[in-house]
């Protein structure tokens, strides 16, 4: 038969007793003790355990006994310490609590069911380990004591300049990060069952704590956010066009130093909110990325276009120099067509920005002569000779005329 079958109104009632007791150690700790009446109630439970001994009633006062025994504990209600007292009145209390300890535990050795001695040892282990972590408790609800008394002695700043907000919102940011460290410790306590008057102090110290600690942050950490939220108006005001892209890249690089601002302080509602700013002007510069990159791709299909024509107009010129080598470009109606050809590849050149190469087929006119027009003499030889003789040749037809007439005449006759 298990101990919590056998005797449940009796386990019930010691760990209430080891929870009121905790709960008086996690709250502070006993007022100031009066000495005497607290040898005065040692000395009476002595005398109690030795009646109920010797009338075999131990069992009956085993709660009672529990509970002046935790009492005795540091930081119970008859527990001292020798600071302020005299070493008389410190002897004295040390040899009832001593002689209690030894009464008790002979007491709860000798009740009869071996069940309750083991039920008894295990309350009082069991107060011990518990009492550990309730001392734990007390030191973070110290530490967060300590924290709401930094923050609250912090000296606010006019947050108008930006380096000024900073500096103070880091100045508060270990307060934040200690408070954070201390509430993260504080859930390894939240489902201790005797501890729970303990965590829910804890907790509201930390509330508490927070408080005075965004109250310091207020103004600065609300100005650093202004600026944040002015960037952010000022996309949502400009077009979204490529032109601004550059704009919006650096209002990007702004609202990230904010963000890395807001995260270094633990601030995560406004760290949380510069986010969505950065996710809304993100999505425009990806939309404009991909117009770029659209824009890129026709511009590369273009100009793989162009150069396909430079490089079969310059493949048209190098062979229309070999030509020219092997002597198949000496007629005019050749050189005239080979012309016509080779301004064609130089505009294509030039227009194509190839100067270079524009400049090699203006050599290649210059020094062949294509497309040059012809000298002087040679204009002067096709054309008629000046000063003709109109009378000589009149003379010189006139016979052939009148043979032509006459024969005319003949076949008239005929």
Known sequence: MTIENRYPNLEQELDRIIQAELNIRMSGGPKKLDLPRV??????????????????????????????????????????????????????????????????????????????????????????????????????IDAVGHVKKEADMSIQVNPGIEETAITYLKELAPLRSDLGAIEARALEFRDEPYLSEGYRRLRQTVHSAGKSIARKEKKAAEFLFDQAAILFQTYKTTPSDLSHIQ?????????????????????????????????????????????????????????????????????RFQEMKEMFARGELSADSQQKNAARKLKKYRDIFTAHGQRIMARDVERFMNSTGIGKPPPAGAVAASKEPEGF?????????????????????VLILL
């Open 247 to 315: 704009s919006f890249m650096e209002l990007k690089e702004d609202l990230l130093r904010y963000l890395k601002i807001f995260d270094s302080l633990g601030d995560e509602d406004r760290k949380y909110r510069i986010q969505r700013f950065i996710a809304a002007l993100d999505g425009t510069l990806q939309n404009l990325q991909a117009e770029v990159e659209r824009q890129k791709a026709a511009e590369a299909r273009i100009s793989e276009k162009q150069q396909r024509e430079v490089n079969d107009a310059y493949a």
């Open 389 to 409: 003789d109109y009378r000589k040749g009149f003379l010189m037809l006139l016979p052939v005329t009148i043979a032509l007439l006459f024969l005319l005449f």
């Open 39 to 140: 040898n005065d109630i040692i000395e009476q439970k002595n005398r109690q355990i030795v009646e109920a001994h010797q009338s075999d009633r131990i069992d009956g006062i085993l709660s009672s006994l529990f509970s002046v025994y935790l009492q005795m504990k540091k930081g119970g209600r008859l527990h001292t310490v020798p600071e302020g007292l005299s070493q008389r009145q410190y002897e004295q209390y040390l040899n009832k609590k001593e002689r209690f300890d030894t009464l008790f535990t002979a007491a709860a050795m000798a009740v009869h069911d071996p069940h309750l001695r083991e039920l008894v040892t295990e309350k009082r282990k069991l107060f011990d380990s518990e009492f550990i972590k309730a001392m734990e408790l007390v030191q973070l």
